[in-house]
């Protein structure tokens, strides 16, 4: 049912029952919030989305308020203006006053406020909010001292996530939000996927950055710098270098990593297909002996961490497959080091990923042998940006090129780990090669596309009907292993990924992964898998060469040496 409102004189319809906010939005008038987000039930917390209604004594909260009967509302009366500009001045009243040094400069939605409401000065003094930094975690630094209480963290950490690794303290002017038992992250049971991050309005919270060490390795003569960088990359940061905004810039990422001065720079999409390739055979190997199934993915670290400390019992039932991150770092310090005569400690590996919980995968004790980590550093795809500009490199500028040899090569499946799903097609395609020795008749497994939260389908891989399943964010995870306890038992194989939509929605990514966004990459790599001639893993030439000439057999003693790896439980403050 329509109902005919005035906003600012000018009559509009609302649907009955939305929200005020809801209908100026979607008929292109924007006002402020601060702790609104898009699918959660609106609190009316912040007040930032004020408007004045007639008949109304006081100014009423556009987002939570249901249009049921006509009504006049004026979004930026002098009234409503003075309100917000009045809210916003009390944020700043106790907020430190270091936004040039700030890791949210430029992107801080407080920041933006205070310049479209033209506040140009400090007339409120609050006493400064006392907090020490939190660097515990090795992904996530938190600021205590610039929360602004919007509650944004908490609901996507226990909405979302189902981690709840946030929520609130005290009360009054003592109000703060903190962990459990209010001890610092990495005493939580936080598993660093980095979402906070990306509905954080302030810099409360941040990756916690390696760029200094980079640059020092990049200047130091005595190293081989090497660089691999994540498949969603390529897809995620185009509109950022001033290139067409969801293409893939795999060739022109390639350019720009050489100009910063990477001394070899690899796909880990390669990486992607040696993941998919040893995965399939582990799940083959299941099947045949019928144990240790339903076989978990284990590509995500977000979700290992919280496999760990949250669902212990199903260790057994997580792949020992590592990531593709842990992959070629493996590789680049035994095979490529072999390959090239260049001592493993003389080689500095860095992953780029759109991933703040790759930097907790990294520094894994599991990940270092004799001394030897098998990533040295971790950046974020903001982090990459904003060597790009210190680096004063023009992406627009260069022509494509390759990336080196001998990981130089991928097939779309490898890519396609970028996307919730990708991960499971991939494996699909090579465990039916697996299994029948062909291919499969339909490469496509459209029923694993797409954006919801929980997948299921059956594939007929010759006289067994396999069952798989796809799910995004960890609380479709928790739903799923409930019913795995409770004996549901048609699914062999299982993708989790911790961050809704997969890679290209993750914690690292830049800051504009709204809907629209994620749906033009999603697109933008399976339409790269109608294109390309190489759609399985284990057609991919340098893959061949990678097991005839160094691994040996899938599954291998080798194989089972530098590809996998072992969890265990990990105990956490609840």
């Known amino acids: 049912m329509l109902i005919d409102i005035e906003v600012n004189n000018k009559k509009i319809q609302a649907k009955k029952g939305e929200t005020i906010l809801e209908t100026l939005n979607r008929n292109g008038i924007k006002v402020p919030t601060l702790c609104r987000m898009e699918g959660f039930t609106p609190t009316g917390a912040c007040r930032m989305c004020v408007v004045e209604a007639e008949g109304k004594s006081g100014l009423i909260p556009s987002c939570s308020y249901q249009i049921e009967e006509p009504i006049k509302i004026r979004t930026h009366s002098p009234r409503v203006i003075q309100a917000r500009k009045m809210l916003v001045e009390l944020l700043l009243s106790n907020h430190p006053d270091d936004c040039l040094y700030c890791a949210s400069n430029g992107n801080c939605q407080l920041q933006d406020l205070a310049v479209e409401l033209n506040i140009r000065e400090r007339r409120i003094s609050g006493e400064k909010t006392k907090s020490n930094l939190d660097q515990s975690s090795p992904g996530i630094v938190k600021d205590p001292a610039k929360c602004i209480l919007c509650g944004r963290c908490v609901r996507v950490c226990e909405e979302v996530l189902d981690v709840s690794t946030f929520d609130f303290y005290k009360r009054g002017n003592k109000t703060a939000i903190v962990t459990s038992m209010n001890k610092d992250l990495n005493f939580s049971n936080c598993i660093n996927c980095g979402q906070c991050l990306l509905v954080c309005p302030t810099g409360a919270l941040y990756e916690k950055t390696n760029l200094d060490i980079v640059q020092q390795m990049l200047s130091n003569t005595d190293v081989t710098v090497i660089v691999q960088y994540s498949p969603s990359i390529s897809v995620s940061i185009a509109d950022e270098l001033g290139l ?7 060739g022109v990422l390639n350019a720009v990593l050489r100009r910063i001065g990477f001394n070899k720079v690899f796909d880990t999409s390669f990486a992607a297909d040696v993941a998919i390739f040893e995965q399939s055979a582990e799940l083959a190997d299941r099947i045949k002996n019928d144990e240790n199934l339903p076989m978990m993915s284990s590509c995500c670290p977000g979700w290992i961490k919280h496999m760990e400390q949250s669902h212990p019992d199903m260790i057994d039932n997580v792949s020992t497959t590592k990531s593709p991150q842990q992959i070629l770092g493996t590789l680049i310090k035994s095979y490529f080091a072999q390959r090239e005569d260049i001592s493993p400690e003389k080689i500095f590996s860095i992953s780029i990923m759109p991933c703040t919980a790759k930097k907790f995968e990294a520094q894994r004790e599991e990940m270092t042998h004799k001394g030897i980590s098998d990533i040295d550093v971790v950046l974020t795809t903001r982090e990459l940006l904003k060597l790009v500009k210190l680096y004063g490199v023009d992406a627009q500028s260069l022509d494509e090129e390759m990336p080196d040899i001998p990981f130089n090569t991928r097939s779309s499946a490898g890519k396609m780990v970028s996307v919730t799903g990708g991960v499971a097609e991939g494996v699909a395609r090579t465990l ?28 007929k891989i010759g006289k067994q009907e396999i069952g798989i399943a796809v799910v995004s964010g960890i609380k479709s995870a928790n739903k799923l292993i409930a019913e795995i306890r409770e004996g549901k038992s048609d699914i062999h194989f299982i993708e989790i990924m911790a961050c809704p939509g997969g890679c290209i929605n993750g914690g690292g990514q830049a800051f504009n992964n709204d809907e629209k966004t994620l749906k033009t990459r999603s697109k933008t790599i399976y339409d790269l898998d109608d294109k390309e001639a190489i759609n399985v893993a284990h057609k991919n030439s340098n893959l061949i060469s990678l097991y005839d000439e160094f691994l040996g057999e899938q599954l291998s003693e080798k194989c089972i040496k530098l590809l996998h790896t072992k969890y265990s439980k990990r105990d956490v403050l609840l």
């Open 244 to 250: 067409r905004s969801g293409k893939d810039i795999n």
């Open 432 to 459: 039916n090669y697996h299994l029948t020795g062909e291919e499969l008749s339909d490469i496509k497994i459209t029923k694993l596309r797409g954006f919801k939260d929980r997948k299921e389908v059956s594939v």
